[in-house]
């Protein structure tokens, strides 16, 4: 079973501020999903890597397989990235997320 | 592209009655669906995999008698709550692998469904 940590469990910025969440694991990945949940629940996919880094915007994502660490980066924030941010992480050879219990980032004017 | 959705977004129902919930990919056909539930300041947790034309895989624990999973057409997954009581009360979430994908690394996440049981 993958044990996913994530890191701070609460995250409360100024506008502007660069933001950053861990997330790590323990067992061997084939990919890594961030998901961004808004308050009313609904979920959108962020990123999918399974090395290196993505870009999207002002957002950035890392991973490190062999260390077993992925971050998730936001430049500039803005209130309105204000949501819950999940990192799930997919088994090697598997078709099953497993969940992080989220990362709550409220961002202040 | 990729989109999912689910209909509806949310319901109340009295205790005892069934539910549909459906999800559809709107722009890409899905081998595979997932269902997840979430439960208030909890991970999402996988209830089932539901493969097009074939049997849901349900995960240890969820009762398959009592959420039925069908995946009719490579589209739309539905998943039905029977007699649902309120401790089904949730967050039900679906997402969709896209067909031909070797791996099921790509995962399109619908929107959710709030379920409320009185």
């Known amino acids: 079973k993958n044990e996913v940590e994530q890191s701070p469990q609460n995250l409360t910025a100024q506008e502007g501020e660069f933001i950053t969440i861990n997330c790590s694991y323990s067992?061997?990945?084939?990919?890594l999903h961030w998901l961004q949940q808004h308050p009313g629940g609904g979920i959108v996919s962020l990123f999918m890597?399974?090395?290196g880094k993505k870009k999207h915007g002002r957002l950035i994502a890392t991973i490190n397989i062999q260390e077993k660490h992925s971050s998730l980066h936001i430049t500039a924030s803005h209130p309105r990235d204000s949501a819950v941010y999940i990192c799930?992480?997919?088994?090697?050879?598997?078709?099953?997320?497993?969940f992080g219990k989220g990362t709550k980032l409220s961002v202040i004017p | 592209g990729a989109v999912v959705s689910q209909h509806p977004s949310w319901v109340i129902c009295k205790s005892g009655t069934s539910v549909k919930i459906e999800c559809r990919s709107l722009?890409?056909?899905?081998?595979?669906m997932f269902w997840y539930r979430q439960f208030p300041k909890q991970s999402l947790m996988l209830m089932a995999t539901?493969?097009?034309?074939?049997?849901?895989?349900?995960e240890q624990g969820v009762e398959k008698d009592k959420f039925l999973i069908n995946h009719a057409s490579l589209t739309l997954s539905t998943l039905t709550v029977t007699s649902a009581h309120p401790e089904d009360s949730s967050f039900y979430i679906c997402?969709?692998?896209?067909?031909?994908?070797?791996?099921?690394?790509?995962?399109?996440f619908g929107p959710g469904t709030r379920l409320t049981v009185l």
């Open positions: 890597l399974s090395s």
């Open positions: 722009d890409f056909q899905a081998t595979t």
């Open positions: 799930a992480p997919l088994g090697a050879g598997s078709y099953q997320l497993t």
């Open positions: 997402s969709a692998s896209p067909l031909g994908r070797v791996t099921y690394n790509e995962q399109f």
């Open positions: 539901s493969n097009e034309g074939s049997k849901a895989t349900y």
């Open positions: 067992v061997g990945i084939s990919a």
